[in-house]
């Protein structure tokens, strides 16, 4: 593991202004540095701001305050389309929902964060094929989303989420629609990617997945970090 | 960029017989252009035909215009065989021959139609059949001493034009006016609806039949010289005007070339085209609105598809391009549809007018038209969704994901 911090929130809060008077805090003042090649688990119970933060580490949303760092590079002032570009790219994303664009097909899909970066259509191909068959998916690359399993559709999402080759995976309970078994293939795929050097940052709030595969543990409460575990490496 | 275009395609593919009735406008829009356009140029041809373009040299004069009479009177001041004569003398005039028609009951085989008759003078006979073009496909053309005898247009052959149900053919006799006459010769097919259903007869005949004295209906006059019509249709309506006593701007006759009446037939024809163009545009605008809506629509409903798309790298410029280029499909989708019916509805309308008219106007499909409104749906389409689109780009990712 390299000391190399890919990611670094800096006293981020995000608020939400519902109606006149109220406020929600969702996340308020959070300060981490996530180190390159890390596997770490935002715990906490429902409502604590486990989304929002992994919303804001992934820069698919900006801070009400603080500042955003990614590989060095203040990232919270960017403009819109920079930001997507710069996650396309950097980040890979896996949702509890699998999220997969069902008028397409499972090829289509994982060649379609390639395509948003304006890669050719051969290289797409190539790509796609070679993530699809290293996940086990090589025989259902014509397939359409809901022609596949859940664990299968999740996988897909896997795939897709390696498609630009990023640096980091961010993955919003990515086993809550599955059952445990299939839960366990993911988990394992994920434990893959992190032995391979690539970070890996999941959102749980299963507090025995979170300390079976994570390294580093954040756990929240009210949009704050309460404590943060660290398992040792053997 | 490549992927966009197979999406939009896939979009489309999914879109269900709502999104599809919103092409109705535009389709209905292009139809009328294209059909229109069509049919447009064959009536132009057909116009063309039924006035001879091959004369170009032959003026004629009628009775009428402008009406001097108490009003609700109708009381023209006819021509007569004198106008003829004076204006056969004109310095600019080849000859000038009279002619009367007349619409008599005509019999044949126990049915009963009203049909044109023509005199045909024996002392011009020949120039007569030269201003119309004449020549006979079977018999023989009527000459000086044929009385009881006449010349009938090709569709009195045909037992499906005639209103007999039977074929009228050299050697049959018909009764015109309750007088028996022997059909000696069938005019050639000319695709002018007036002579094709012409039936001529001796002037002399339609004088007993008819009763107009030496009142005539038509003078056709030849001009010496192509160059010189215009020359000799002043000649001709200042003669007329000193023999008629009236002055410029109040004639009570009518000189017409046939370049003159071929343009104001096309202008009149033109002038509907317009109109029907406008209410053409209205529906493609509507149809564009329609397109705006569904659009709009599928922007909300495919809401969380942008947020993923975002989320895994979309810019703004390519949801918007997406967007866009659906948009546009769905707008050459309704094109094409268009232009297969409007074609369709134009070449079956000129076949129809071929066949009940007997012209054989040519079917002629405009391509540039086609691909240049291929291209206009395509744009229209796209046009349309340019405010959808932008609207796809406000999308945030979060809240999309979320919902
Ligand atoms: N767009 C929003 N508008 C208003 N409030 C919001 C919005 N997004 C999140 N919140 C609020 O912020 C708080 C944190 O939400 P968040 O989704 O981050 O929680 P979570 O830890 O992911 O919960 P869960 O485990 O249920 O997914 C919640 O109280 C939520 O209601
Ligand atoms: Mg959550």
Redesign the pocket.
């Known amino acids: 593991m390299k000391n190399e911090v890919i990611i670094h929130l800096k006293d981020v809060a995000k608020f939400?202004r519902?109606g006149e008077k109220n406020m929600?805090k969702?996340?308020d003042g959070i300060d981490l540095k996530i180190k390159k090649g890390d596997f770490v688990a935002i715990m906490?119970?429902?409502?604590?701001?486990?989304?929002?933060?992994?919303n804001l580490i992934g820069s698919l949303d900006v801070p009400t305050k603080g500042s955003i760092y990614l590989d060095g590079k203040d990232i919270s002032h960017l403009s819109e389309s920079d930001l997507a570009e710069l996650r396309g790219k950097k980040i890979g994303f896996i949702f509890q929902q699998f999220n997969l664009i069902p008028n397409l097909t499972v090829r289509e899909n994982v060649m379609l964060p390639m395509d948003f970066q304006g890669i050719p259509i051969w290289e797409m191909k190539q790509v796609a094929e070679k993530i699809l068959k290293k996940i086990g998916l090589g025989d259902r690359m014509d397939f359409y989303p809901n022609q596949l399993s859940g664990g299968q559709q999740q996988r897909v999402a896997i795939a897709r989420s390696l498609a630009n080759d990023p640096e980091v995976i961010l993955a919003?309970?990515p086993t809550g629609n599955l059952d445990s078994k299939t839960g366990e293939t993911v988990m394992g795929f994920l434990e893959e990617l992190h032995a391979e050097g690539k970070t890996v940052i999941m959102?749980t709030?299963d507090p025995d997945l979170a300390k079976e595969h994570a390294r580093t543990v954040y756990w929240?409460k009210d949009?704050k970090i309460e404590k943060i575990t660290k398992k040792r490496v053997k | 960029m490549v992927n966009y275009f197979s999406f939009s395609l896939k979009n489309l593919k999914r879109r269900g017989i709502r999104g599809w009735l919103t092409l109705l406008g535009i389709f209905i829009g292009i139809v009328v252009v294209i059909a229109l356009v069509t049919l447009g140029n064959g009536f132009k041809e057909v116009v063309g035909a039924q006035f001879g373009v091959s004369s170009t040299q032959t003026i004629t004069v009628q009775a009428g215009g402008l009406n001097y009479g108490p009003p609700g009177s109708t009381v023209v001041n006819p021509l007569d065989k004198e106008d003829a004569e004076a204006i056969e003398r004109l310095s600019t005039i080849e000859f000038a021959v009279t002619r009367n028609i007349e619409f008599l009951e005509v019999e044949y085989n126990d049915k009963l139609v009203f049909g044109g008759v023509v005199s045909i003078e024996a002392d011009s006979a020949r120039d007569q059949y030269e201003v119309m073009d004449l020549e006979s496909q079977s018999g023989r053309l009527l000459k000086r001493g044929d009385l009881g005898k006449v010349i009938v247009g090709s569709n009195y052959e045909d037992p499906d034009k005639n209103g007999f149900d039977r074929e009228v053919t050299v050697g049959k006799n018909l009764l015109i006016g309750g007088d028996k006459f022997l059909v000696i010769g069938v005019l050639e097919r000319k695709g002018s609806f007036f002579i094709d259903n012409a039936i001529m007869m001796m002037d002399q005949d339609l004088e007993d039949l008819a009763g107009y004295g030496d009142e005539v209906d038509i003078i056709a006059v030849k001009v010496k010289g192509k160059d010189l019509v215009e020359k000799a249709k002043e000649d001709i309506e200042k003669l007329m005007r000193n023999r008629r006593d009236v002055k410029e701007g109040e004639e009570d006759f009518v000189v017409s070339t046939p370049d003159a009446l071929l343009d104001q037939v096309n202008s009149i024809l033109t002038s509907i085209q317009i109109f029907i163009i406008i209410i053409a545009s209205i529906s493609i605008v509507v149809g564009a609105i329609g397109i705006v809506n569904t659009m709009a629509t599928s922007v909300v409903e495919r809401k969380k598809e942008i947020g993923i798309m975002k989320a895994i790298g979309a810019r703004n410029s390519h949801i918007f391009l997406m967007f866009l280029v659906e948009s546009g499909f769905l707008g050459l989708v309704g094109g094409i549809l268009g232009i297969i019916f409007g074609v369709t509805i134009g070449t079956l309308g000129i076949w129809q007018i071929n066949n009940l008219i007997g012209a054989d106007t040519r079917i002629s499909i405009n391509f540039i038209l086609i691909l240049v409104t291929l291209i206009g749906s395509f744009l229209i389409g796209a046009v349309a969704g340019i405010v959808p689109a932008m609207g796809a780009t406000k999308q945030s990712p979060?809240?999309a994901l979320?919902g």
């Open positions: 939400y519902i929600v969702a996340v906490g119970p429902s409502g604590s701001g486990k989304s929002t933060s992994m919003d309970e959102v709030h929240l949009g | 979060v809240e979320r």
